[in-house]
């Protein structure tokens, strides 16, 4: 039947996406160094701690941010909120859908309840996907800006930052995100 195989690859998307965003929030590399002299480390800077890896002999050291009561700056502050607003929802999210599986034995004489409980995870991965996406895509532009205001300004510090991996990460889980909200409700409704 068309709806269990929906719910099926809106159910590997959604725990893709979940996972992702998960490691986006907890890894280190929002931003890499990206240095056109030869150097002999590489900088990451996460959302918790900073991170350099020596590329000679591959040791590498993290430096925590201060404690959360610290002033940090309000890229960090804000994009540490959204993200884990995000996880927090997509986990919520997904408990909810694997609940509402055809497949799974739970609550399986109330068909219609568990295609409800499909359309509301459906609804919460929605919502769930926009603070992850605001939060990596501000975080990659700050970057952006504040390169580009250095190189407006002639001000070569030897060194300057691209987003990372995490970021990256962060924008795809929450693109997964969206989609299976999509399929969720509109594809799950056309089908039913």
């Not at 990659?140 to 987003?163: K, W």
């Not at 693109?175 to 039913?192: D, K, M, N, P, Q």
Request: proline share 2%; charged share 15%.
């Amino acid at each position: 039947r068309m709806i269990v195989v929906l719910q099926f690859m809106a159910f590997c998307l959604a725990l893709v996406s979940t996972v992702f965003l998960i490691v986006a929030t907890w890894t280190d590399c929002w931003m890499v160094s990206a240095d056109d002299s030869l150097e002999v480390s590489q900088k990451c800077r996460g959302l918790w701690w900073e991170c350099v890896t020596n590329a000679q002999d591959g040791i590498r050291t993290c430096d925590q941010y201060d404690s959360i009561l610290a002033e940090h700056p309000l890229k960090i502050v804000l994009t540490q909120a959204l993200m884990i607003t995000a996880d927090i929802l997509a986990s919520f999210a997904l408990i909810i859908l694997v609940f509402g599986l055809n497949f799974v034995k739970f609550m399986k004489e109330e068909p219609h309840i568990k295609l409800r409980m499909c359309y509301m995870a459906g609804f919460i991965f929605g919502i769930g996907g926009i603070p992850g996406m605001i939060g990596s895509v501000w975080y990659a532009v700050d970057v952006y800006v504040e390169r580009a205001t250095l190189v407006l300004q002639n001000v070569f510090l030897g060194i300057h930052y691209e987003f990372g991996w995490s970021c990256w990460l962060g924008m795809a889980g929450s693109t997964g995100c969206f989609l299976a909200s999509i399929v969720l409700t509109c594809c799950l409704y056309i089908f039913r």
